[in-house]
């Protein structure tokens, strides 16, 4: 059975009320009276709520930061067991071990055949062209002597560089080697020999046979050097035998003039066999590197030079000085010094 809602009446007596009761948010929120306008109730509110509430612009406390706990350290994912494969049968090739063996067999062979049948048999000796089939200076017998080279001598194993080494260190006017090897067993040496050598006197007074590139060849005495073209007025030190020429030097004597003195012997003597008239010549003066002489046989002619500045200039213009038929008949002084003139002068002697 339905409840009756009744509530009291002023008068003692119950009525059941139809009315429904009202949402509590139907009510007024202010149960004071409301007075003035909106505008000032709604600032009056607004600073009610301003001091009832806190303030947001109001520093927060700092905190300090929490540490981090440290991560413990990972462990190592515990490693499964793997299972072993099983290699693969090898399967052997015979065919690659057979080419091996025959490749061995091959180097062998040719070793063999190195060792065996490549050895030297003959050397035959080559003399010097335009000398009639002989040398000047050195026999065919000499020369394989000094170079070393034994019968029964590994051929291909032989040494070209270390073969023409001792001929030169043995045989000072051998000039240019050239040795080839022809198989089954034969070495042939080639060779030229100095055309010119030349004299120089060393500091004690004796004499010495000379190359091109001032080289010593042999000892000589001053009859024999008389033979030659020779150097004075540079006494050189005294020598041995393969040795290069060194200029003396006395107390008190010039050194940048010793050097001068050396360097012009270097460059006349090689300048002078390129000219006809090189035979020809007696000696060559170097008294003083800038006042250079040449004189001829007997004393025929006095060639002044001057520096050897120029010099196969100069030489060109004594070549075709010594062609005038005026100056074959007469003897005299040649000067090409040049220093008035581009002009030769002539000189008679008295």
């Known amino acids: 059975m339905a409840q009756d809602r009744r509530r009291p009446t002023e008068r003692g007596r119950t009525t059941v009320s139809a009315e429904r009761p009202q949402h509590p948010s139907s009510r007024?929120?202010?149960?004071?009276?409301?007075?003035?306008?909106?505008?000032?109730?709604?600032?009056?509110?607004?600073e009610r709520?301003?001091?009832?509430?806190?303030?947001?612009?109001?520093?927060?406390?700092?905190?300090?930061?929490?540490?981090?706990?440290?991560?413990?350290?990972?462990?190592?994912?515990?490693?499964?067991?793997?299972?072993?494969?099983?290699?693969?049968?090898?399967?052997?090739?015979?065919?690659?071990?057979?080419?091996?063996?025959?490749?061995?067999?091959?180097?062998?062979?040719?070793?063999?055949?190195?060792?065996i049948f490549f050895k030297v048999k003959h050397i035959e000796v080559l003399p010097p062209e335009g000398q009639g089939g002989a040398t000047a200076y050195y026999s065919a017998e000499e020369i394989i002597a000094a170079s070393g080279i034994n019968l029964d001598e590994n051929l291909l194993s032989l040494s070209k560089a270390t073969v023409a080494a001792r001929i030169h260190a043995a045989l000072p006017y051998v000039n240019d080697i050239q040795i080839k090897k022809q198989l089954p067993g034969t070495v042939v040496i080639s060779f030229t020999e100095f055309d010119v050598s030349y004299a120089i006197q060393d500091e004690a007074g004796g004499w010495w046979l000379m190359s091109r590139e001032g080289r010593i060849l042999d000892a000589t005495d001053e009859k024999e050097a008389k033979n030659h073209l020779y150097v004075t007025g540079m006494p050189i030190q005294v020598p041995q035998v393969g040795d290069y020429i060194q200029a003396a030097s006395t107390e008190g004597a010039d050194l940048s003039e010793i050097a001068a003195k050396q360097t012009v012997v270097k460059e006349i003597i090689p300048a002078l066999e390129g000219t006809d008239f090189v035979k020809q010549l007696d000696r060559i003066d170097v008294s003083t590197s800038y006042d250079l002489t040449l004189w001829w046989t007997a004393d025929r002619y006095q060639i002044r030079l001057g520096t050897t500045e120029n010099l196969s200039y100069k030489l060109q213009f004594l070549q075709a000085t010594l062609e005038n038929t005026e100056v074959q008949h007469r003897s005299g002084i040649i000067d090409l010094t040049f220093q008035e003139d581009e002009k030769v002068h002539f000189l008679e002697f008295r």
Do not use: C, W
């Not at 007024?28 to 607004?46: F, I, K, L, Q, V």
């Open 28 to 46: 007024p929120r202010d149960a004071r009276p409301r007075t003035g306008n909106a505008s000032a109730r709604e600032a009056a509110r607004r």
């Open 49 to 115: 709520l301003s001091r009832e509430a806190p303030s947001y612009r109001e520093a927060e406390p700092e905190q300090t930061p929490r540490p981090r706990p440290k991560s413990a350290p990972k462990q190592a994912a515990p490693q499964q067991k793997r299972k072993k494969a099983r290699k693969p049968h090898r399967v052997y090739n015979t065919n690659f071990g057979l080419k091996f063996l025959v490749m061995l067999a091959v180097v062998a062979v040719i070793v063999l055949s190195m060792i």
